[in-house]
């Protein structure tokens, strides 16, 4: 069993900016890809950012420029830096981690007041 610990959600006002990690622990052999998701009330959850183990990083279109992943293979943790972050930011923000099946962290908050 793979076990994800996120941190870094709050409150923050428009513009403002947050960071994000999430740390795996637990049977890892390999980890191949991380990657942060988001779920707005009554929307779907979408993807916002991924990185493998490479280094390739794919972003949704809304936050290209603003958002930026990165990961410390050493300590099985990705993060998120959330710049410039406005209302539409607003989510609760998962953490994906693909090691042999996915495993997904309990969600963390983020709310952007405008």
């Known amino acids: 069993q793979v076990q994800l610990v996120e941190s870094g959600g709050g409150l923050v006002q428009a513009g403002g900016s947050l960071r994000l990690s999430c740390a795996a622990s637990?049977?890892?052999?390999?980890?191949?890809?991380m990657g942060w998701y988001r779920q707005a009330p009554g929307k779907q959850r979408m993807l916002v950012a991924s990185i493998t183990i490479g280094g390739l990083t794919n972003y949704a279109d809304s936050v290209k420029g603003r958002f930026t992943i990165s990961r410390d293979n050493a300590k099985n943790t990705v993060y998120l830096q959330m710049n410039s972050l406005n209302a539409e930011d607003t989510a609760v923000y998962y953490c994906?981690?693909?090691?042999?099946?996915?495993?997904w962290g309990q969600g963390t908050q983020v709310t952007v007041s405008s």
């Open positions: 637990g049977s890892i052999f390999s980890i191949y890809a």
């Open positions: 994906r981690v693909v090691s042999g099946r996915e495993y």
